[in-house]
Protein backbone atom coordinates (compact mmCIF):
# COMPACT_ATOMS: atom_id res chain seq x y z
CA UNK A 1 0.00 0.00 0.00
CA UNK A 2 1.56 3.48 -1.11
CA UNK A 3 2.47 5.51 1.97
CA UNK A 4 3.25 9.16 2.03
CA UNK A 5 5.30 11.09 5.22
CA UNK A 6 5.98 14.84 5.56
CA UNK A 7 8.89 15.90 7.40
CA UNK A 8 10.72 18.95 8.00
CA UNK A 9 8.03 21.42 9.44
CA UNK A 10 8.80 23.52 12.69
CA UNK A 11 8.75 26.91 13.95
CA UNK A 12 10.29 29.80 12.27
CA UNK A 13 10.83 33.77 12.30
CA UNK A 14 9.13 35.51 9.73
CA UNK A 15 11.75 35.98 6.60
CA UNK A 16 13.03 32.64 7.39
CA UNK A 17 13.44 29.26 5.36
CA UNK A 18 12.25 25.86 5.79
CA UNK A 19 12.75 22.68 3.58
CA UNK A 20 9.94 20.13 4.21
CA UNK A 21 10.63 16.90 2.31
CA UNK A 22 7.95 13.95 1.37
CA UNK A 23 8.81 9.76 1.36
CA UNK A 24 6.58 7.67 -0.54
CA UNK A 25 7.05 4.40 0.24
CA UNK A 26 4.92 1.09 -1.17
CA UNK A 27 5.78 0.48 -4.20
CA UNK A 28 5.01 3.55 -6.51
CA UNK A 29 7.77 6.35 -7.15
CA UNK A 30 7.12 9.50 -8.19
CA UNK A 31 8.31 9.31 -11.91
CA UNK A 32 5.40 7.66 -12.85
CA UNK A 33 2.63 9.57 -10.92
CA UNK A 34 2.63 14.00 -10.55
CA UNK A 35 2.63 14.87 -6.98
CA UNK A 36 1.87 18.12 -5.57
CA UNK A 37 2.37 20.20 -1.82
CA UNK A 38 -1.32 21.97 0.06
CA UNK A 39 -1.68 22.94 3.23
CA UNK A 40 -4.43 24.23 5.40
CA UNK A 41 -4.24 26.80 7.90
CA UNK A 42 -6.48 27.34 11.31
CA UNK A 43 -10.38 27.51 10.29
CA UNK A 44 -9.19 27.50 6.24
CA UNK A 45 -10.14 24.60 3.93
CA UNK A 46 -7.08 22.87 1.88
CA UNK A 47 -5.50 24.77 -0.49
CA UNK A 48 -2.92 23.91 -3.04
CA UNK A 49 0.92 25.36 -2.94
CA UNK A 50 3.06 23.46 -5.49
CA UNK A 51 2.74 20.50 -7.60
CA UNK A 52 5.31 18.70 -9.55
CA UNK A 53 4.76 16.44 -12.34
CA UNK A 54 6.24 12.98 -13.76
CA UNK A 55 8.59 15.16 -15.90
CA UNK A 56 9.59 17.25 -13.84
CA UNK A 57 7.58 20.08 -14.81
CA UNK A 58 6.27 22.50 -11.61
CA UNK A 59 3.59 24.53 -10.88
CA UNK A 60 2.63 27.20 -7.83
CA UNK A 61 0.02 29.05 -6.41
CA UNK A 62 -0.01 32.60 -6.96
CA UNK A 63 1.31 32.94 -2.67
CA UNK A 64 4.14 30.46 -3.43
CA UNK A 65 5.53 31.61 -6.44
CA UNK A 66 9.20 33.32 -6.01
CA UNK A 67 9.21 31.99 -2.43
CA UNK A 68 8.91 27.98 -2.61
CA UNK A 69 10.75 25.27 -4.97
CA UNK A 70 9.61 22.05 -5.63
CA UNK A 71 11.65 19.50 -6.31
CA UNK A 72 12.28 15.35 -6.39
CA UNK A 73 15.48 13.16 -5.78
CA UNK A 74 16.47 11.33 -8.50
CA UNK A 75 15.41 7.87 -7.28
CA UNK A 76 12.09 9.64 -7.23
CA UNK A 77 11.07 8.15 -3.60
CA UNK A 78 11.32 11.44 -2.14
CA UNK A 79 10.19 15.34 -2.69
CA UNK A 80 10.80 18.49 -0.95
CA UNK A 81 9.19 22.23 -1.02
CA UNK A 82 11.80 24.61 -0.36
CA UNK A 83 10.19 27.57 1.51
CA UNK A 84 12.01 30.86 2.09
CA UNK A 85 10.95 34.59 2.91
CA UNK A 86 8.12 33.03 5.15
CA UNK A 87 5.80 34.73 5.77
CA UNK A 88 2.83 34.62 9.37
CA UNK A 89 0.24 33.74 6.64
CA UNK A 90 2.42 30.60 5.38
CA UNK A 91 1.54 29.16 8.99
CA UNK A 92 -0.43 25.75 7.97
CA UNK A 93 -0.48 22.07 8.13
CA UNK A 94 1.34 21.46 5.22
CA UNK A 95 0.53 17.73 2.94
CA UNK A 96 1.86 16.36 -0.01
CA UNK A 97 -0.03 14.02 -2.09
CA UNK A 98 0.30 11.95 -5.17
CA UNK A 99 -2.28 11.82 -8.23
CA UNK A 100 -4.29 8.84 -8.40
CA UNK A 101 -3.97 7.87 -12.07
CA UNK A 102 -0.40 7.87 -13.58
CA UNK A 103 -1.28 10.55 -16.01
CA UNK A 104 1.86 12.69 -14.81
CA UNK A 105 0.75 15.95 -14.68
CA UNK A 106 0.08 18.69 -11.71
CA UNK A 107 -3.30 19.49 -10.35
CA UNK A 108 -4.52 21.97 -8.13
CA UNK A 109 -7.50 20.27 -7.24
CA UNK A 110 -7.65 18.42 -4.09
CA UNK A 111 -10.01 15.71 -5.80
CA UNK A 112 -7.45 14.78 -8.45
CA UNK A 113 -5.20 13.29 -5.19
CA UNK A 114 -5.54 9.68 -3.98
CA UNK A 115 -3.52 9.45 -1.07
CA UNK A 116 -2.11 12.05 1.53
CA UNK A 117 0.71 12.35 4.14
CA UNK A 118 -0.61 13.15 7.48
CA UNK A 119 0.74 16.72 7.57
CA UNK A 120 3.64 18.74 8.76
CA UNK A 121 2.90 21.69 11.49
CA UNK A 122 4.62 24.68 9.87
CA UNK A 123 4.56 27.74 11.79
CA UNK A 124 6.07 31.13 11.00
CA UNK A 125 6.06 34.06 13.76
CA UNK A 126 5.92 37.94 13.23
Known amino acids: QVQLVESGGGLVQAGGSLRLSCAIS?????????MGWFRQGPGQEREFVAG???????DYSGSARGRFAVSKDARKITVTLQMNNLKPEDTAIYYC???????????????????WGPGTQVTVSS
Open 52 to 58: ISRTGGT
Open 26 to 34: GGRTFSSYG
Open 97 to 115: AIRRTPHGGTSTSRDDYGT
